[in-house]
């Protein structure tokens, strides 16, 4: 009852909010070119840059979109520079942001910008001669783009002004909305009732196997009827087709964060660990089958590393000299752009690059027909 009265405030102005957008008292615009929104309803640990990617190499591969203009359009988290953006992948996650700059690096063949306007960015995406002569792209570095034939929407599902094509939301296994709060004493920055705006719905970080009831269990519990684990469909509360989809994530060989590296650390039994993500206890339980964890620090999401960081990091090498020190792919986009980074850390400073899969190939099919068929609706009316 406490929760409730406290949380009292927030509920209503999100509630208000949602209601005027649903009835039309407040617009939302769309894009010109069909758009695919990656969101969530909690503060971070959904897995949104791994499902971006995944959806990324869907498109790649798709005989539609293949060869289109694909871009990428996210607000740059933290980043330096103001404005729209063409993100450049020589650039530094300080400038572009962390996720972006990943992106980027990538996918060379797909634009990536910033933009916390995301009605402004889809505008320059669709119509970049207009960068040459507005004067809210004075800011812009680099004006050279192709015209995009499809947009990707990093984290915009609570933007309402800009209406997707198709909404993907991402609810986390080990953290179920519907036993969670609002902010500030849960995750949640949105209300669990917004699902219903879902095309798409994908469980993330899953165990590798979960049986038909499980399933079934989980869609009950996200407010859907009718679930049928063969189709991957089920209908929400407010009579809409929507499918459910199952993903664990899964961890790729460990790259190297500087030329520096010397590939025989990997090789080491001790290892170092520095995250400055959500949540990194998978990485922690994969990492712990291989390597003894010596020492694991943990840094805020999104964590800018300081020059006292560094010399954290460093004094744990003297401890342990022939251990090798791991990140995620985001920290290794910031930790760059430190300063005066000592050549025994860029020697044995190694990534862990990762990637989400379906837990059955049918679900990789049926998921990669579902976002072709939805994306077929297009978008016609332009910002």
């Not at 990324?56 to 539609?64: H, P, Q, Y």
């Not at 289109?68 to 942001?97: E, T």
């Not at 196997?209 to 869609?219: F, I, K, Q, V």
């Amino acid at each position: 009852m406490i929760e409730k009265i406290l949380l009292a405030p927030y509920y209503i102005t999100l509630s208000a909010r949602h209601w005027m957008y649903d009835h039309g008292w407040k617009k939302s615009a769309e894009a010109g070119v069909p758009t695919v929104c990656v969101g969530n309803v909690t503060v971070g640990g959904t897995g949104k840059t791994p499902h971006a990617e995944m959806i990324l190499r869907t498109l790649l591969a798709s005989d539609r979109w293949a060869y289109s203009n694909i871009a990428v359009l996210s607000r740059g988290y933290k980043r330096r520079s103001k404005g729209f953006q063409k993100v450049d992948r020589s650039g530094s996650a300080a400038l572009f942001g962390d996720e972006p700059l990943q992106i980027a690096k990538k996918f060379p063949v797909i634009t990536v910008a910033d933009d916390a306007d995301r009605i402004e960015g889809c505008r320059f995406l669709t119509h970049p001669e207009e960068l040459q002569t507005s004067k809210k792209a004075r800011r812009c570095m680099d004006k050279d783009i192709p015209r995009a034939d499809i947009i990707l929407l990093d984290d915009a599902f609570q933007y309402r002004k800009l209406r997707a094509t198709v909404n993907v939301v991402l609810v986390d296994y080990n953290r179920p909305v519907h036993k969670d709060a609002l902010l500030p004493l849960g995750r949640l920055r949105d209300l669990p009732g917004r699902l219903k705006a879902a095309d798409i719905l994908i469980v993330t970080k899953c165990p590798a196997y979960l049986d038909a009831w499980e399933r079934s269990r989980w869609a009950n519990n996200l407010g859907l009827k009718d679930f049928n684990p063969t189709t991957c469909e089920a209908v929400n509360k407010a009579g809409k087709k929507v499918s459910l989809f199952f993903t664990g994530i899964d961890y790729g060989e460990m790259t190297p964060v500087f030329p520096e590296a010397d590939a025989r650390f990997i090789y080491a039994k001790r290892l170092i660990l520095f995250t400055g993500i959500a949540k990194d206890t998978p990485m922690v339980n994969f990492l712990s089958d291989k390597y003894s964890i010596v020492r694991r620090m943990r840094f805020p999401d999104h964590h800018k590393y300081s020059g006292a960081d560094i010399r954290t990091i460093e004094a744990a090498i003297r401890e342990n000299p022939t251990a090798l020190v791991c990140t995620t792919e985001k920290d290794a986009q910031r930790i760059v752009d430190a300063k005066r980074i000592p050549d025994a850390l860029k020697q044995r400073l190694f990534q862990l690059p990762i990637e989400v899969f379906f837990l059955t190939p049918e679900e990789r099919e049926i998921f990669t027909a579902q976002l072709e068929t939805l994306l077929q609706k297009g978008s016609t009316k332009s910002i």
